[in-house]
């Protein structure tokens, strides 16, 4: 079973910047797929994006594309999101996922494995 823990998060203002670290404790961390997701309050959780297991794929949702990059260091069985020009809609709890599809996968449903979540503010 693979736990995750996110770290990161913060107040930041609008226009700037955060990278959200995503750690896994399980070994075979590089034969997962990882997703991003955030939930605001009120509002489904949804996709934010996704990672193949090498680093060689990714994909965005549209309201992040351009700002957002993911990137993963399988030696160090950690996962970041990098995410710039923030705005106060992108605040909302992170979270990561693990999940064992080879495809890209934006559905919740098709992650086995989560950690807590990260708090994101933007302030405006």
């Known amino acids: 079973q693979v736990q995750l823990v996110e770290s990161g998060g913060g107040l930041v203002q609008a226009g700037g910047a955060l990278r959200l670290a995503c750690s896994a404790s399980?070994?075979?961390?590089?034969?997962?797929?990882m997703g991003w997701f955030r939930q605001a309050p009120g509002k489904e959780r949804e996709v934010v994006g996704w990672?193949?297991?090498?680093?060689?794929?990714?994909y965005y949702a549209d309201s992040v594309k351009g700002r957002f990059t993911i990137s993963r260091d399988n030696a160090e069985n950690t996962m970041y999101l990098q995410m710039n020009t923030l705005n106060p809609e992108d605040a909302a709890v992170y979270y990561c996922?693990?999940?064992?599809?080879?495809?890209?996968?934006?559905?919740?449903?098709?992650?086995?494995?989560w950690g807590q979540g990260t708090q994101v503010t933007v302030s405006s």
């Open positions: 399980e070994r075979t961390y590089g034969s997962y797929a």
């Open positions: 990672i193949n297991r090498s680093g060689g794929a990714t």
């Open positions: 996922a693990a999940s064992n599809s080879v495809l890209v996968v934006t559905g919740s449903s098709r992650y086995a494995y």
